[in-house]
C-alpha cells in the first residue's frame, strides 16, 4: 500500500505498512539508532493460518494488524504469508501481550509467531529476522497458536 500519488509507505491508523525491501532497511536503521540511544528493537514474524474474520471492509491482512500497532511502528508482507512487525522500543517480554492484543483483535483461530530482539537475543539485523522467522517455523511445526521468542 501506497500513499496517495505512488510515492513511499502507506500509514494506515496505526502501524504503517512497507514492503520487504524498505522493511529491512528500517530494522538495519533502528538497530544503529537503538544502539546509540540505547533502546530495544522488536520484530515479530507472524503467520496467520486461518481466521474467521481476518479484516473488515476487504482491508489486507497487514492493513488489518497495521491498524493495532503504534505510529512508530511497522508491519510488512513476504512471501508465503508471512508478516513482519517492526516493533520501536519494544523488549521481548513485551511480545506476547502484544500478540495477544493483535489476535484477539483480528479474530484468528489459527496463528503462528517468532519474535526476537535487540540487543537482548541478536545485535545485527539479519540476525534478528533469522531468528524469527526460525521460530516462527518451529511454533508452526509444533502446532501453531503459540509465539515463541528467542532468548
Do not use: C
Not at 492493513?63 to 523488549?91: C, K, N, P
Amino acid at each position: 500500500m501506497m500513499q496517495p500519488g505512488g510515492f513511499g509507505p502507506a500509514f494506515a491508523r496505526g502501524g504503517w505498512i512497507v514492503d520487504e525491501a524498505m522493511f529491512r532497511l528500517l530494522l538495519d536503521l533502528e538497530v544503529h539508532k537503538a544502539r546509540r540511544l540505547r533502546y530495544s528493537v522488536s520484530i515479530v514474524s507472524f503467520m496467520l493460518e486461518r481466521s474467521d474474520a481476518v479484516s473488515d471492509e476487504g482491508s489486507s491482512v497487514a492493513e488489518s494488524v497495521a491498524r493495532y500497532l503504534r505510529g512508530t511502528d511497522a508491519v510488512a508482507s513476504w512471501a508465503q504469508g508471512v508478516l513482519f512487525f517492526l516493533l520501536i522500543d519494544a523488549e521481548a517480554s513485551h511480545l506476547p501481550a502484544i500478540l495477544e492484543r493483535i489476535t484477539g483483535r483480528l479474530q484468528t483461530v489459527f496463528w503462528s509467531a517468532g519474535g526476537s530482539s535487540y540487543p537482548r537475543t541478536a545485535v545485527r539485523a539479519e540476525d534478528l529476522l533469522r531468528q524469527a522467522l526460525d521460530l516462527l517455523t518451529l511454533a508452526r511445526n509444533e502446532g501453531g497458536n503459540r509465539l515463541y521468542v528467542a532468548s
